[in-house]
């Protein structure tokens, strides 16, 4: 008993809104250095770790020369990429060109000062917070430095004097302005049942249960959206190698390519290290550690578990690379405004109306019975809905191709459609070598191959 009292007793309360802007200025100048030597570190390791893992599921090797395992080998490419020559095209807007990739790197380096590693502990006799700094507004500094950063890769395009970094820096404004939106709605939910819209007060908020078990469908809009703003497969359409040669930055190289780099895998960190901090509990202790051990969210402690978490999310990331193919931008964009949007929507509505009944002194077994019903109605009639519009295609379909020539016209095109052959006739499904190629010009469904072959149409 003694010893549990005093532990409570040595170990300060967690950091509040108003504990940050009173440190002395050395330690505030060690935080900012210390969180950007952790990102620049976090990058180098992401880096090797995204290669070995996806060469261990391709069945490669990986780096393994530079360093022991390879572990130097992502410093040996930003060494070469910071002595190659910096080749800057001759028509391009140069002031543009040389901003923008300080623009995508330097809102990244931002956004992470807000993030709560741990908990209030001592350095050199002060009590300080393992944080940057803290605002009440600071999940909304995220997304208006995501915003900022969209900025370098829209003005990388543009200045380019290209068609492949024009198109790239299109695609991207529209992706991030698609699935920023349905990202900031994913956030409403938390900001309703934390009370507040601090980092710190977010952690706080979940000292007995993660708002992934409470709010599962904004988590899951979150992870969804977090690949859309990270640019990375299954959503690199704004650099597809496969049509824009390397999209955005294709006309950049050397340290100006680097930053690019770089701000791509500052985002990443950043994405995990908000999802952990917002859905995850931030830097507290999982549920069987934190019951079992009393100091497992005190003291340097929770900067492990904070570092676990954000560790999880970035292999994910990695994961999907090594799995998942490049969607369809049409694709893209309807997963962001038909179903993100709607979805969280909805949500938004479900978590208010709950928590008025709630506050007004309702049973909870009632709201959560009425909530279930309520949602269930809406799959089902979102299911009808898209049965119906599905077959309504099909008809639609149908009657395009028979105004065209195709299956289900009775004569020639007479509707006015481009004539072309029925693709369920018995001639497309085996031809001779001596079967003419020439389309009919106007055919029937019930032409044959005896009369293709023997050349009347």
């Known amino acids: 008993m003694s010893t549990s009292v005093s532990s409570a007793l040595a170990a300060p309360p967690p950091p509040t809104l108003e504990d940050f802007g009173r440190d002395p200025w050395w330690l505030i100048g060690g935080k900012v250095v210390a969180i950007f030597a952790f990102l620049v570190v976090t990058v180098l390791m992401t880096m090797w770790i995204e290669r070995r893992v996806i060469g261990r599921m391709q069945l490669r090797v990986g780096p393994n020369r530079a360093g022991p395992f390879g572990l130097l080998q992502g410093l040996a490419d930003g060494i070469k990429l910071a002595l190659k020559e910096d080749i800057v095209p001759r028509q391009v807007d140069k002031v543009v060109f040389v901003l923008a990739p300080i623009m995508s790197a330097v809102p990244a380096f931002i956004s992470f000062v807000i993030i709560p590693f741990g908990p209030t502990v001592s350095v050199f006799g002060h009590h300080t917070a393992l944080q940057g700094t803290d605002l009440p507004v600071a999940v909304l500094l995220v997304l208006a430095m995501s915003s900022m950063g969209v900025y370098g890769i829209v003005l990388a395009g543009w200045s380019s004097m290209s068609p492949y970094s024009l198109l790239g820096g299109l695609r991207s404004s529209a992706q991030v302005i698609s699935y920023e939106i349905a990202m900031g709605l994913s956030f409403v939910a938390v900001f309703l049942f934390a009370g507040t819209m601090s980092t710190s007060g977010i952690v706080n908020a979940q000292s007995d249960r993660w708002f992934v078990l409470l709010l599962l469908p904004s988590f899951l809009v979150y992870v ?145 019975l009425y909530s279930a019903i309520a949602v269930g109605v809406v799959l089902v009639a979102t299911l009808l809905w898209e049965t119906l519009r599905g077959r309504g295609g099909e008809e639609r379909e149908t009657a395009v191709q028979g105004a065209a020539g195709g299956p289900g016209e009775t004569g020639a095109a007479a509707a006015g459609g481009f004539p072309v052959p029925p693709m369920d006739a018995p001639h497309y499904h085996g031809r001779s070598a001596g079967t003419s190629r020439q389309a009919p010009a106007a055919t029937t469904s019930t032409t044959t191959r005896e009369e293709v072959g023997s050349g009347s149409h």
């Open 224 to 368: 969804v959206t977090m690949m859309g703003e990270s640019n990375r497969i299954p959503f690199d359409l704004p650099e597809g190698e496969g049509e824009l040669v390397g999209g955005f930055h294709t006309e950049y190289s050397s340290l100006k390519f680097a930053m690019f780099f770089l701000a791509e895998y500052i985002n990443l960190t950043t994405l995990s290290a908000l999802a952990t901090t917002l859905f995850l509990g931030g830097w507290r202790a999982p549920a069987p550690i934190s019951t079992v051990w009393e100091g497992a969210n005190a003291g340097w402690w929770p900067v492990l578990w904070f570092l676990i978490k954000t560790g999880l999310f970035v292999f994910f990331f990695i994961w999907l690379r090594g799995s998942l193919p490049r969607v369809r931008y049409d694709q893209l964009m309807r997963l962001g405004w038909k179903v993100l949007m709607p979805v969280s929507l909805g949500w938004i509505l479900l978590v208010a109306t709950i928590r008025a009944l709630r506050n007004e002194g309702h049973d909870m077994q009632e709201i959560v």
